[in-house]
C-alpha cells in the first residue's frame, strides 16, 4: 500500500494521510504503509517530510514507523484508526488559551500555518460550547481562556 503525498500543501498532506490511513485500517488493513512525501527541494527534508515525521512521533499510539534508505519515504504501520483532526485543534487552541485571554485574531494568527480558518473558527465555537473554553469580553473585543479543571 501507498500514500504519496507529492504535490500538497503541508496542512493537505496530513489531512489526506490521516483519511487514507483509517480507510485502510478500517478495512481491515495491517501491513507497511509506504508514505512517500519528498525529501524537499534542498535534499535536507521538506516541509511535508518534517510535519509529517512530528505527527507520527506525536500519534506513536496509533501506529509505528520507520524510515528507509530513500529519505523521501516513511514507513507506517497502524495500530489502530487515529482521530480526526479536531482533537489535535482543539488540544493546540486550549494549550494557546491556557495562560491568558486571547482574540480570535490572535488563535488565528498562532494556528494559521496547521489549520484552515474554518477549522480553528468551528473548533474554537465546539469548545466554548463543550464548556472547555471560556468566552468573554475585555476591552470591547472577544476573547478566550482555557477553564481550569
Do not use: W
Amino acid at each position: 500500500m501507498v500514500i504519496d503525498l507529492h504535490n500538497m500543501t503541508c496542512n493537505d498532506a496530513i489531512r489526506f494521510f490521516i483519511g487514507k490511513y483509517n480507510e485502510l485500517f478500517k478495512s481491515g488493513y495491517r501491513g507497511s504503509i509506504e508514505v512517500i512525501h519528498g525529501y524537499g527541494s534542498q535534499g535536507e527534508g521538506g516541509v511535508i517530510k518534517k510535519r509529517l515525521r512530528q505527527f507520527l512521533l506525536e500519534n506513536k499510539k496509533y501506529l509505528k514507523f520507520s524510515f528507509d534508505v530513500n529519505p523521501g519515504v516513511t514507513f507506517v504501520t497502524p495500530i489502530r484508526a487515529i482521530p480526526q483532526i479536531t482533537i489535535e485543534i482543539s488540544k493546540d487552541i486550549l494549550e494557546f488559551c491556557k495562560e491568558s485571554p486571547k482574540s480570535m485574531d490572535k488563535i488565528v494568527g498562532n494556528l494559521f500555518k496547521k489549520y484552515t480558518h474554518k477549522e480553528i473558527f468551528s473548533a474554537v465555537k465546539a469548545l466554548v460550547k463543550k464548556g472547555t473554553l471560556d468566552s468573554f469580553f475585555k476591552k470591547n473585543h472577544q476573547v478566550y481562556l482555557t477553564k481550569e479543571d
